[in-house]
């Protein structure tokens, strides 16, 4: 593994935790942000000595790279309390997916075509080098997948040569090879492939599921 990095996850949810479970479990040190980090006191304290807690603005300034794993509707809430400067310079990773949700209707996207959520965290936080990934896969398959036909891909985007590059690190440490398709418009892309994820997952009423590009 590359040299241990400090991260930091804004949000303590299932994506946020199973990433963090991971990125501890492979030798970095991480803290997880969140609106009242005393919530999540019995979570952190099971889940070792390289797992901490703070706010947002706390995890942010930690961070040598930062995580974004919220909810879509509390995205932008998430960022000004982690306070942009505080990313400044710093490879984030955007996992999040720009979902609405309606009762009884399966979940939609709430940006398309001409725009995406990676391209609008990134001018949330113009300063940062931001980098989407992780936003095509459940939780429960983002560390060290296994599948039948070998491991699946992760497609990432962004706009920095370099951030993609570490990313790309955590990736495989994660067990995950990658395919990088571009700046961060390919976010127009990626995200509706988490509505295609979630469509199969209705239909077929498994969760067990990824992508992969074959080649030959």
């Not at 490879?91 to 709430?110: E, G, Q, S, W």
């Not at 959520?117 to 940062?128: D, F, K, M, N, T």
């Not at 070998?150 to 951030?163: E, H, L, R, V």
Request: with cysteine.
């Amino acid at each position: 593994m590359a040299q241990p990095q400090k991260i930091g996850i804004l949000g303590s949810g299932d994506v946020g935790r199973a990433l963090a479970a991971g990125l501890s479990a492979v030798g970095h040190p991480v803290m997880v942000g969140s609106r009242d980090p005393a919530k999540i006191d019995a979570w952190i304290a099971s889940s070792g000595a390289k797992v901490s807690s703070g706010t947002f603005a706390a995890t942010a300034a930690y961070a040598e790279v930062a995580i974004l794993a919220t909810l879509w509707s509390g995205t932008q809430n998430a960022l000004n309390l982690a306070n942009a400067s505080n990313l400044a310079g710093k490879v984030l990773i955007d996992a999040t997916n720009p979902l609405v949700f309606v009762a009884n209707t399966p979940p939609a996207l709430a940006i398309g075509h001409t725009d995406s959520g990676g391209e609008q965290v990134q001018r949330w936080v113009p300063g940062a080098r931001v980098v989407k990934a992780f936003n095509t896969v459940g939780n429960a398959h983002m560390v060290n997948p296994r599948f039948p036909g070998g491991p699946p891909d992760m497609f990432i985007c962004g706009n920095d040569t370099s951030a993609k590059g570490v990313v790309t690190t955590i990736c495989s440490a994660l067990g995950w090879p990658t395919i990088d398709i571009g700046g961060i418009d390919g976010s127009r892309l990626l995200e509706p492939l988490c509505i295609l994820w979630v469509k199969h997952g209705m239909n077929s009423g498994s969760w067990n599921h990824a992508f992969k590009l074959l080649r030959r």
